[in-house]
């Protein structure tokens, strides 16, 4: 089973180069980037973990400039967004990001995508349906793949509706970089089958429950809309360090585990690490 890191990349926390050597130089096979690109004050959406939002939340950095930092630096790691919010971007600059760092990086790019849970940043960016986000996610998600792999692009939808264009450079990865899908079930499980690559749960939000007990149910419900569940491998977000669920995680087919670690400098970043590179090696048999 593959392990990742994720941390809220700060102007505080250890610098970007420096992480990816260190998550790269321990075994793990990716890095991941989350996003906000401000936190409202006057905000009325609950933060989803239950109590206060972290700092962090309001500090991080874009994910494409750190990730480029960490491409920079590393061979192998993957590079994902962990998540990116494509309901706060623009589709045609988000696919030269991606298709950019793909190059940069020599097609070791993820793009983890998500709806969001934030109702008053999305509106602060024009998206005012938050319930109807998901429509906008779809359709800026597959506006992009006609812009990743087609000559003269376009793309015509209900609310993303891009005349014929020139856009280039096109990803390494071909047909494009894998778009991994953030959601709870069933949902999140659908988008996923309907549209992604990967499917990406989280573990430790109080509503969602055990995620482990939705997995027959979403390999089931790949395989009746006709899609191999072994082409949409799930990726799972908020871990315990218990071996023992690590390793009932692999035991039941979880491709990736992605663990968080503190927006801190080394001190307190290298030792998280090298406990969960120890965990990793035991769940791996090493």
Same mark, same amino acid.
């Given at each position: 089973?593959k392990?990742?890191?994720?941390?809220?990349? @700060?102007?505080?926390?250890?610098? /970007? @180069?420096?992480?990816?050597?260190?998550?790269?130089?321990?075994g793990?096979? &990716?890095?991941?980037?989350?996003?906000? &690109?401000?936190?409202?004050l *006057?905000?009325? &959406?609950?933060?989803?973990?239950?109590?206060e939002?972290?700092?962090?939340?309001?500090?991080?950095?874009?994910?494409?400039?750190?990730? @480029?930092?960490?491409?920079?630096?590393?061979?192998?790691?993957?590079?994902?967004?962990?998540?990116?919010?494509?309901?706060?971007?623009?589709?045609?600059?988000t696919?030269k990001?991606? +298709?950019? $760092?793909?190059?940069?990086?020599?097609?070791?790019? $993820?793009?983890?995508?998500?709806?969001?849970?934030?109702?008053?940043?999305? *509106?602060?960016?024009?998206?005012t349906?938050?319930?109807?986000?998901?429509?906008?996610?779809?359709?800026?998600?597959? *506006?992009?793949?006609?812009? !990743?792999?087609?000559? #003269?692009?376009?793309?015509?939808?209900?609310?993303?509706?891009?005349?014929?264009?020139?856009?280039?450079p096109?990803?390494?990865?071909?047909?494009?970089?894998?778009?991994?899908?953030?959601g /709870?079930?069933?949902y999140?499980?659908?988008?996923?089958? +309907?549209?992604?690559d990967? !499917?990406?749960?989280?573990? &430790?939000?109080?509503?969602?429950?055990?995620?482990? @007990?939705?997995l027959?149910?979403?390999? #089931?419900?790949?395989?009746?809309?006709?899609?191999?569940?072994a082409t949409?491998?799930?990726?799972?977000?908020?871990?315990?360090?218990?071996?023992? #669920?690590? #390793?009932?995680?692999?035991?039941?087919?979880?491709?990736?585990?992605?663990v968080?670690?503190?927006?801190?400098q080394?001190d307190?970043?290298?030792?998280?690490?090298?406990?969960?590179?120890?965990?990793?090696?035991?769940?791996?048999?090493g």
């Amino acid at each position: 089973m593959k392990f990742g890191v994720a941390m809220f990349f @700060t102007d505080y926390a250890m610098e /970007a @180069t420096d992480f990816a050597r260190a998550v790269e130089d321990r075994g793990f096979d &990716s890095v991941w980037a989350p996003e906000h &690109s401000h936190i409202p004050l *006057a905000r009325g &959406s609950q933060f989803p973990q239950g109590g206060e939002l972290p700092k962090k939340y309001a500090d991080c950095m874009d994910p494409f400039v750190t990730l @480029t930092a960490a491409a920079a630096v590393t061979k192998t790691l993957l590079l994902g967004t962990g998540v990116c919010l494509v309901v706060q971007r623009d589709p045609i600059q988000t696919a030269k990001l991606v +298709a950019s $760092l793909d190059q940069v990086s020599k097609g070791r790019f $993820l793009f983890g995508i998500g709806g969001g849970w934030n109702a008053e940043e999305m *509106a602060d960016h024009g998206t005012t349906d938050f319930k109807g986000r998901w429509k906008l996610v779809r359709e800026r998600v597959e *506006a992009m793949k006609a812009i !990743w792999t087609q000559d #003269k692009p376009e793309y015509h939808g209900d609310l993303v509706d891009l005349p014929p264009m020139l856009a280039n450079p096109k990803p390494v990865q071909k047909p494009y970089p894998p778009v991994i899908v953030g959601g /709870a079930f069933p949902y999140g499980a659908r988008r996923a089958i +309907a549209y992604g690559d990967g !499917w990406v749960p989280h573990g &430790s939000r109080p509503q969602y429950g055990d995620v482990a @007990t939705f997995l027959p149910e979403f390999r #089931k419900m790949a395989r009746e809309a006709g899609r191999d569940p072994a082409t949409i491998p799930v990726t799972m977000f908020g871990v315990p360090d218990t071996l023992d #669920k690590l #390793k009932h995680y692999r035991d039941i087919g979880v491709d990736r585990l992605v663990v968080t670690v503190d927006s801190a400098q080394a001190d307190v970043v290298l030792p998280e690490l090298d406990r969960w590179a120890g965990l990793m090696r035991q769940v791996n048999g090493g």
